[in-house]
């Protein structure tokens, strides 16, 4: 068989895999991104104003200091591999951004920020997930006698969070729960952090809450009120975010555009002889595709990842399947070169 022809065979043999590859990317759990929107997130609030020309002071300088894809990007303040070790990885004056120079606007010590108002009591508390997983959510706030004029550090939340809970439900593409908020006075911020049980990944938010009378902002010009963004916002964003929910995407902090592929052309044609014959000839010692050991620990135990659409096997049947169906057309493209040779 002349190499012409076993390239054919081979270029054959990869056409028909790729759709399998692409199956079994596409059906890889999303990953979780979304942001508070009650008490709102600077950064909701800042993208409800609208990325391009936000109406408040805040958001202005926000948009400043980072430009407007950090507001397009509203639902992904993350940490990628923060297993919980939030405090060791998110340094102080940071804490709003994550340490995420992507967002290092939302750090900026001001008065004036979006607010929402609090009472101390019973709260039912949302956050907005656009792509659910199963998690913990803490909330934090700030000590009596925080200053919002300073960069806020870990020291300037109360040691323990106020409201803690796993798993809660969701309403309308809101995960919903209820907390006992402290009794304060005057402006403050409640901290956020969803750690996601199936991932290291975590996300973080800063919500500016005012108890009573807005001590913090303006006599003349007190500070606006927050709203979180409509549904119809965000759709009208989503073209814009650079976000994206099948793995990590910016969760490590690269977006689309960042993943490049590897350029063509690169062999000689010795080089490429050589990857047609081991793309005709089957592995013949290659591993048996071992599921178990691929799986996280979660989907190990058995358990259903939330809100994805199916269960934590799903991911690794579509590709053990797409696996079986390549090695499939590696013997029968074999065979087709071995009657080939014969002629």
């Not at 609208?50 to 894809?69: F, H, I, N, R, T």
């Not at 659910?132 to 004029?149: E, M, N, Q, V, W």
Request: with cysteine; net charge negative.
């Amino acid at each position: 068989m002349t190499a012409r022809r076993r390239r054919t065979a081979a270029s054959i043999a990869t056409l028909g895999i790729a759709p399998l590859a692409l199956t079994a990317l596409s059906a890889v759990p999303a990953s979780a991104h979304g942001s508070m929107t009650d008490p709102v997130s600077r950064v909701s609030a800042c993208y409800a104003e609208g990325p391009e020309s936000p109406d408040s002071a805040a958001c202005k300088a926000a948009v400043a200091a980072d430009g407007v894809q950090a507001l397009y990007d509203w639902n992904a303040v993350n940490i990628a591999n923060a297993a919980g070790k939030h405090k060791q990885l998110i340094p102080d004056g940071k804490l709003c951004s994550a340490g995420n120079d992507k967002y290092k606007g939302l750090d900026l010590p001001r008065a004036d920020w979006p607010s929402s108002k609090l009472a101390a009591g019973k709260h039912t508390f949302r956050y907005k997930g656009t792509a659910p997983h199963r998690g913990s959510f803490a909330l934090y706030i700030t000590k009596d006698g925080y200053d919002p004029t300073k960069p806020l550090k870990w020291s300037d939340l109360e040691a323990k969070p106020f409201a803690d809970v796993t798993d809660p439900k969701m309403e309308n593409g809101d995960y919903v729960f209820e907390g006992t908020v402290p009794n304060k006075s005057g402006r403050h911020l409640v901290y956020s952090v969803w750690q996601r049980s199936d991932s290291p990944e975590a996300f973080y938010t800063c919500s500016d809450v005012v108890f009573g009378k807005d001590t913090g902002g303006s006599d003349t010009a007190p500070a606006p009120v927050a709203s979180a963004p409509t549904e119809e916002d965000i759709a009208d964003g989503a073209d814009e975010s650079s976000v994206e929910h099948n793995g990590h995407g910016d969760n490590d902090n690269k977006t689309g555009a960042e993943v490049t592929a590897p350029a063509a052309g690169g062999q000689d044609d010795a080089g490429r002889e050589e990857a047609d014959e081991a793309a005709e000839e089957p592995a013949a010692n290659a591993p048996e595709a071992n599921v178990d050991a691929a799986r996280p620990a979660a989907a190990a135990a058995g358990e259903n990842l939330a809100e994805t659409g199916g269960d934590s096997t799903t991911s690794y049947i579509a590709i053990g399947g797409a696996t079986a169906l390549a090695i499939g057309a590696a013997v029968l493209f074999g065979s087709v070169r071995r009657k080939a040779s014969r002629r």
